[in-house]
């Protein structure tokens, strides 16, 4: 019997698929950062709970990998899906007059709203880049 917390959580699996390990995670943690449903200051709790959640799903599943290779993969999909490719597509929006108000209605902010997560969000996401290069440096390590 739910409590008085009880809460319904729906999914939107559109953009999930195959693909590397870590790049579900790396959609699922970044495009409620680009749709501003997760603000900036709470990005590194959302974030360490969707990797736990991740890890935890994988390993029910019997999956015996490394955590730093899971962490890479994140890391680098997350760079460069939304820190690198989207961020020329999106930008273009907050630049070009005729793009505003297209913007505002795809994200459903204001432009001001949206200008300021993401000129925080694209150093966040470029910075895990600069993580993933570093575990290459370091090696993956154990698991």
């Known amino acids: ?13 559109s953009a999930m698929g195959t693909g590397h390990l870590g790049d579900e995670l790396a959609t699922f943690i970044t495009v409620p950062l680009q749709f501003l449903d997760v603000p900036m200051d709470r990005v590194s709790e959302f974030e360490e709970a969707a990797l ?8 029910d599943a019997g999956w015996r990998g490394r955590v730093s290779a899971l962490r890479f993969g ?3 999909a997350a ?12 930008f273009g929006g907050l630049s070009d007059p005729a ?9 459903g902010r204001p ?15 470029l910075d895990l880049g600069e993580e993933a290069l570093a575990v290459l440096d370091r090696g993956l390590g154990e698991p």
Not at 79 to 90: D, Q, R, Y
Not at 99 to 105: D, G, I, Y
């Open 79 to 90: 760079c460069l899906f939304m820190g690198v490719a989207t961020a020329g597509i999106w």
């Open 111 to 125: 432009l001001e709203q949206i200008a300021e997560q993401w000129s925080r969000m694209q150093p966040y996401l």
């Open 52 to 59: 736990d959640g991740y890890l935890a799903g994988l390993r």
């Open 99 to 107: 793009s505003e108000a297209l913007t505002e209605r795809v994200i």
């Open 1 to 13: 019997m739910p409590g008085k917390d009880a809460r319904t959580v729906a999914f939107d699996w």
């Open 74 to 76: 994140y890391k680098t």
